[in-house]
């Protein structure tokens, strides 16, 4: 049974920084793409940031140069590194995990792609 559980949100200053981590169990965790999704309310899903199973990282444009992503596959957990937080960032978390070989290029950072999922932390930036 795929379990993923999300740690590390709060509440910060713009400008501020936070690291989520992910960590995973029931599965071949090195094999895996997995991948950080946020849901601002009233909007939906939205992929941030992806890495496969080769350590191959994708980013949605809104946090190039802002978020790092990577993952440490001793410990079957995936982390993600965000700095100079902006309000827009505000959301609920979720990390996602699905087989690498699923999934095409084009479709790592659609929510639609991935079966499994965290509960989510929430992340608030203040201005």
């Known amino acids: 049974q795929v379990q993923l559980v999300e740690s590390g949100g709060g509440s910060v200053q713009s400008g501020g920084s936070l690291r989520l981590s992910c960590a995973a169990s029931?599965?071949?965790?090195?094999?895996?793409?997995m991948g950080w999704f946020r849901q601002a309310p009233g909007k939906e899903r939205a992929g941030v940031a992806v890495?496969?199973?080769?350590?191959?990282?994708t980013y949605a444009d809104s946090v190039k140069g802002r978020f790092t992503v990577s993952r440490d596959n001793a410990k079957n957990t995936l982390y993600l590194q965000m700095n100079s937080l902006k309000p827009e960032d505000t959301a609920m978390y979720y990390c996602?995990?699905?087989?690498?070989?699923?999934?095409?290029?084009?479709?790592?950072?659609?929510?639609?792609?991935?079966?499994?999922w965290g509960q989510g932390t929430q992340v608030t930036v203040s201005s």
């Open positions: 996602a995990a699905d087989r690498c070989e699923r999934l095409r290029w084009w479709s790592r950072l659609l929510s639609r792609s991935y079966t499994y």
């Open positions: 029931g599965y071949t965790y090195s094999s895996y793409c």
């Open positions: 890495i496969d199973s080769d350590g191959i990282t």
